[in-house]
Structure formats: C-alpha cells, structure tokens
C-alpha cells in the first residue's frame, strides 16, 4: 500500500489558478501511474487527469484539457496538479490515486488521499 496525501486545495474565483500537490509514500512511487480525479456533491467520481509512471505520457478529460497540467517529480515523490483559467464546475474534492497500469477508471486505482477541496466562486 502507499500513503497519498493531498494538499493545495482552497477557494478561488472563477479564471484563477490552484497547484494542487499529493505526496506519496509507502512504496516505489516511480514504478506507478498516478492520477487525480474530483467529486462534486451528489455525483460520481469522476477522472481529471493521469500520468504513467516515468512522466511520458498524460491523459485528460475533456473538461479540463487545455487548461489543467499533470506533472510528476520522482526525487520528490510527488504529483501535482496545476490547474487554470479555473471555472465553477470545477468546484469538487480533488483526490490523487496510484495504480500500476495507466487507466483512466477510478474502481482500476488501488490506493487514495483523503482528497482536497476546491472551490470556485463565480
């Protein structure tokens, strides 16, 4: 098991601009793809963004594309989550999660944060 914690969530008004961080131990962070997804009250969880294991390569959700970066540093065992031009839709709990394949499937992730809250005013 690995130990995820997030952190860098907050309030913002709508077109700012939030770095989230999730910071992992417990197990080899570099051999895992990591990835955030977000909740909204009263829907599912749903993806944001993944990242494979060495960084090469990322995947988004259409939502977020373009304006939301996924970034890793190994020496830091770390995930980030750079986030802009942020809209009130965005308004959610951000959790990072880690897997050994990269998938964009929540129920295929085996470890999770506790999760972050954002919050955009509009």
């Known amino acids: 098991q690995v130990l995820l914690v997030e952190s860098g969530g907050g309030l913002v008004q709508a077109g700012g601009s939030l770095r989230l961080s999730c910071a992992a131990s417990g197990r080899t962070f570099s051999s895992y793809a990591m990835g955030w997804f977000r909740q909204a009250p009263g829907k599912e969880r749903e993806f944001v963004a993944v990242?494979?294991?060495?960084?090469?390569?990322?995947y988004y959700a259409g939502s977020v594309k373009g304006r939301f970066t996924i970034s890793r540093d190994i020496a830091k065992n770390t995930v980030y989550l750079q986030m802009n031009s942020l809209k009130a839709e965005d308004t959610a709990v951000y959790y990072c999660a880690s897997n050994r394949v990269l998938t964009t499937t929540p129920s295929d992730f085996d470890s999770w944060g506790q999760g972050t809250q954002v919050t955009v005013s509009s």
């Open positions: 990242i494979s294991w060495n960084g090469a390569r990322t």
